[in-house]
């Protein structure tokens, strides 16, 4: 059979084709299929309200998801860089985006990981960094975004999913912000 293989081009791009998809299916539609906590909201996590639906909106909307990701890899600098004053953020997993629909997962980190985002900063430190990021973050290659500052409802909106993210799981020893 494997001298066939060296003899025939077509055999072998089919014989390739045949144990990528095989492949796929194993890595992607067995799991959800095998392991049924996937599709079953994590303690604590509760559908999305009005409000917090707006902000996703203006986050796609507005191309934040580009740039940012929001999920923590099995990594040591994500839980690291996800963490809170020296705790290591935990992975995400399935059971956290089952109220997400499309899932943002995003790619490209030029921006900082939002999977943890929800309740590290307050409401004025998001109005200062969308009016200008490089006032709070020097470097930042993040534009601003001041329109969205000067419409009161999209701001709440847009502030009220960012601090939802992460939220689902209690790890941070000491809560949220400073008030």
């Known amino acids: 059979m494997l001298s066939k293989a060296d003899r025939s081009a077509a055999f072998a791009v ?27 909201p994590a303690p604590g996590l509760r559908p999305y309200t009005e409000q917090e639906l707006h902000g996703r909106a203006i986050y796609v909307r507005e191309g934040c998801w580009y740039c940012h990701t929001q999920q923590t890899r099995t990594l ?17 997993t399935p059971d956290e985006f089952v109220y997400d629909s499309p899932h943002m997962f995003g ?15 307050d409401t004025q430190w998001h109005r200062t960094h969308f009016r200008n990021p490089r006032d709070l973050v020097p470097g930042s290659v993040m534009p601003p975004f001041p ?21 689902a799981k209690d790890w941070r020893p000491d809560k949220d912000y400073e008030k």
Not at 25 to 36: C, N
Not at 76 to 92: A, E, H, Y
Not at 148 to 157: G, L
């Open 107 to 121: 790619t490209k980190r030029t921006g900082p990981d939002l999977s943890r985002v929800g309740g590290k900063y």
């Open 76 to 92: 040591v600098s994500d839980t690291k860089r996800s963490g809170w004053r020296g705790v290591d953020s935990p992975i995400s």
């Open 14 to 40: 089919a014989a390739a084709l045949g144990l990528f998809f095989i492949g796929g299916l194993l890595t992607t539609v067995v799991p959800p299929l095998v392991d049924k906590s996937w599709s079953r």
């Open 147 to 167: 329109w969205i500052v000067n419409d009161e409802k999209e701001f709440q909106a847009l502030v009220a999913y960012i601090q939802r993210l992460g939220r």
